[in-house]
């Protein structure tokens, strides 16, 4: 029976020029099985299997076993058993550097040189499904599961020199891979950008950069990736102009600008209702101040000649001064009378009452008499009435600034 665990051996140590004869006395002296030697040489020389014994080179045992027996035979089987059994295999230059697979028994070693200086690996154990190793000349003990690969850095310079693997233990003997690498202990980390937006082609793309600088890409993150494209939709907002809409049953209160924003592409299925800062609700049409007369509640009574005065003289009948002022400032704004304001005392009063004359009378001259903050929510309206988004570029203060240049956007 052919074993193929010695096909290597014996081919390489034909290739080296040693006689069958030696081979395959080593070989039995080892345990092997005599046919299993005798058949695996014939394999290898290419010799039939069928060939008559006296062609086998095993069947030449007249001429060499009396050899054998003599002192000077027994010399010459243990030194060649000492040169093939008990020394060191050496791997080659080439062998080093294009990678080679080889066993190695326990307590054996391999040499191999590495930048002018030797080295070599030994099996210091085995066990079932790793082996333990000691790599010299600096002395390194490593152990290595079938299958697992390590590199190691026998020179110290940050570069690792070699690569080791096991591929696989038979009958308790390692099967190795040694490889002569220059890679770099630089460990990579990588920082990506998010992914760019999905392509017509269904392709995402990224940048990613190595922080470390290592100069390799063994374990960059994927820069592509596959995606499903939709087309962009682009928003086109239309809306209604900025109207006033009150929150109360007074004509002095103040109202809340509103509008309503459609998107004509259809990109969004809402519709927007916008709100915006405080507005000035116009006077309501006047009622019949003689309807006042008859209400019993002073307050309602008030609110009534308030609410339907289109003269000062009714805001005369008025019993609270409260209320009395805002009647005056309802009729200066029907009339479009700024004198009718000096005869408020409330200097805010006064100024809502300026106010409110200089939009309906379209003055922002007027607007400049009022010393509060009044004066630029004064310029804010008649930008609104005007449609004049140039006249928010004069109002001083930035927050109601920004109000008014939202009210165009």
Known sequence: ???????????????????????????????????????????????????????????????????????????????????????SKTISDDEFSQGTNFELKENKEVKFV?????????VNSVSSDSVNLIIQS????????????????????????????????????????????????????????????????????????DLNSCGTTKN????????????????????????????????QELGILTRTCVDLNNCSQIIKNETSFSCYLPPVSPENPSECVNIEDSDEKDECYRDSAEDVSICENIIDLRIREQCYSNVAEIKGDLSICEKISDSDNKDICYANVAVVQDDLAICDMILSDERWYCYYFIALNREDVSICETIEDQNIKNICHNAFN
Request: net charge negative.
């Open 1 to 87: 029976m052919i074993d193929k665990n010695l096909v290597s051996y014996v081919s390489q140590n034909l290739n080296k020029g040693f006689s069958i004869q030696s081979i395959q006395s080593i070989l039995i002296n080892q345990g092997y099985p005599p046919q299993n030697v005798y058949d695996t040489i014939n394999y290898v020389t290419k010799v039939s299997p069928n060939t008559s014994q006296e062609s086998l080179p095993q069947k030449s045992s007249k001429k060499i076993w009396p050899f054998i027996g003599t002192p000077i035979g027994i010399i010459v089987i243990g030194l060649i058993i000492f040169l093939f059994i008990g020394s």
């Open 138 to 209: 600096d002395s390194v003990q490593v152990d290595i599961k079938i299958g697992e690969e390590k590199r190691f850095d026998l020179g110290g310079d940050g570069f690792y020199d070699i690569q080791i693997k096991l591929n696989n233990i038979k009958k308790g003997v390692p099967e190795l891979y040694i490889k002569k690498i220059h890679e770099s202990i630089c460990t990579e980390n990588w920082d990506c950008e998010d992914w760019s937006s999905c392509s017509e082609q269904g392709s995402q793309t990224r940048t990613c950069i």
């Open 114 to 122: 590495l930048d002018d200086e030797q080295h070599t690996i030994k």
């Open 220 to 251: 960059k993150p994927s820069i592509t990736q596959s995606c499903t494209y939709t087309e962009s939709c682009f928003e086109n907002w239309s809306c209604t102009n900025w109207t006033c809409v009150g929150t109360g049953p007074s004509n």
